[in-house]
């Protein structure tokens, strides 16, 4: 069974910092990975996206204030939060996909609590 395990969530104060980390049961090399962010009452949002080749994508919202990067080593999937606002403040879900001989994976973490408020 997949597993995908974020943490580092929490209440900071805006203009603060995190760094969110998730853990996965496979090969991150061999998959895209990436950040969705839920807050209540909004749609799902794509925050910051590493593929297998290490390219990088941002949301326009969060661009220069988000790093998202990868530990292939260790199976795991960093997100750098600096700058933070409080519309920043959303449950955080690490994401796993991959295509393979015809086939599309996904699989996703339990989601961690990001709160920015002073």
């Known amino acids: 069974q997949v597993q995908l395990v974020e943490s580092g969530g929490g209440l900071v104060q805006p203009g603060g910092s995190l760094r969110l980390s998730c853990v996965a049961s496979i090969a991150t090399s061999m998959y895209a990975m990436g950040w969705y962010r839920q807050a209540p009452g909004k749609q799902r949002e794509l925050v910051a996206s590493?593929?297998?080749?290490?390219?990088?994508q941002y949301a326009s919202s969060v661009k220069g204030r988000f790093t998202i990067s990868k530990d292939n080593a260790k199976n795991t999937v960093f997100l750098q939060m600096d700058s933070l606002k409080p519309e920043d403040t959303a449950v955080y879900l690490c994401?796993?996909?991959?295509?393979?001989?015809?086939?599309?994976?996904?699989?996703w973490g339990q989601g961690t609590q990001v709160t920015v408020s002073s």
């Open positions: 590493i593929n297998s080749g290490e390219i990088t």
């Open positions: 994401y796993a996909r991959r295509t393979y001989d015809f086939r599309a994976y996904e699989y």
